[in-house]
């Protein structure tokens, strides 16, 4: 599974963004995408994930109410929404794919067998 993160860039707090993963390879084997971060010294961290199956959804707490992943079967992409973005929110963003996941532990880097290459977004205050 080959996953390639598009959508990044620079915008103001408050602003809308959209990422995108398209994933392209054997990607009927994946049972979850993710989306994680990762700011400059801190740790990877959780954002949101869709099992794909039954299209179920999960959001990090810091996340919940701004975000929304989404996923478009037909161009085997997922889409991850962000709306009222903060300076916080500033990271490298990372799709990943997740072969044999398991849901208790969906929001872990460690569940997820494929990562795409990360795209950057930069909210300014």
């Known amino acids: 599974v080959q996953l390639q993160a598009s959508g990044g860039g620079l915008v103001q707090a408050g602003d809308s963004l959209r990422l995108s993963c398209a994933a392209s390879?054997?990607?009927?084997?994946?049972?979850?995408m993710g989306w994680f971060r990762q700011a400059p010294g801190k740790e990877r961290e959780f954002v949101a994930a869709?099992?794909?199956?039954?299209?179920?959804?999960y959001y990090g707490d810091s996340v919940k109410g701004r975000f929304t992943i989404s996923r478009d079967k037909t161009k085997n992409t997922v889409y991850l929404q962000m709306n009222s973005l903060k300076p916080e929110d500033t990271a490298v963003y990372y799709c990943?794919?997740?072969?044999?996941?398991?849901?208790?532990?969906?929001?872990?880097?460690?569940?997820?067998?494929?990562w795409g290459q990360g795209t950057l977004v930069t909210v300014s205050s």
């Open positions: 390879g054997r990607t009927l084997r994946s049972r979850d």
């Open positions: 869709v099992r794909l199956s039954a299209g179920n959804t």
């Open positions: 990943a794919a997740g072969l044999r996941s398991i849901l208790s532990m969906i929001t872990l880097p460690s569940s997820y067998d494929y």
